[in-house]
């Protein structure tokens, strides 16, 4: 019979997920509070990083003026969609690497963007 009084974390995480957990270990006693707390808290910064990342994204490529009431559907289910992606697939994949370099690309393109309009215009 399995133990539930311990939960694995894996060692060979991404590197953000691998910065966020790191001071765990192999695994978590369920019983303890601070190992229960210092997990808690290395998803929840996991989470907020991926939130980050993908309003940043999302706002770098595909954002277009809303109405408000529009605008908050569609920054609430982004926050749900990236709970449930973080929850389930947050230390298998690399969402927050992904992310970045997608919020990267954007920021360089929407640059070169705004500079060559500049170019245009003068």
């Not at 691998?18 to 290395?42: A, K």
């Not at 919020?103 to 393109?109: D, N, T």
């Amino acid at each position: 019979m399995a133990d539930n009084t311990t939960l694995t974390v894996p060692s060979d995480l991404w590197p953000i997920a691998d910065f966020f957990f790191q001071g765990l270990g192999n695994e978590v006693n369920m019983n303890d509070e601070s190992e229960v707390g210092m997990l808690f808290r290395s998803f929840l910064l996991l989470y907020l990083t991926t939130v980050i990342l993908a309003i940043v994204t999302f706002k770098l490529g595909f954002a277009r003026k809303l109405p408000l009431m529009k605008t908050i559907v569609v920054y609430a289910v982004l926050i749900i969609g990236t709970f449930l992606l973080t929850l389930i697939l947050g230390l298998n994949l690399p969402l927050p690497e992904s992310l970045l370099v997608a919020a990267v690309i954007m920021g360089v393109y929407r640059l070169r963007l705004h500079r060559e309009r500049k170019e245009k215009q003068s």
